[in-house]
């Protein structure tokens, strides 16, 4: 393999790593809306029912 081609090979990766980390940020940012909405949701439960 030459150098070009290694390059070629290096900056694929790069731009699969960067794809893969905003895939990951993304899957944590909907996480935490869930997360958040849940939360929420038990939280009205609990001050509505009294719920201990």
Do not use: P, W
């Not at 899957?27 to 939280?43: I, Q, R």
């Amino acid at each position: 393999m030459d150098i070009t081609a290694a390059f070629s090979v290096y900056g694929q990766c790069v731009e699969k790593e960067t794809e893969v980390r905003e895939n990951v940020q993304a899957a944590v940012k909907d996480l935490e809306k869930v997360s958040y909405s849940v939360n929420t949701v038990l939280e009205k439960m609990h001050n509505s029912q009294g719920v201990q």
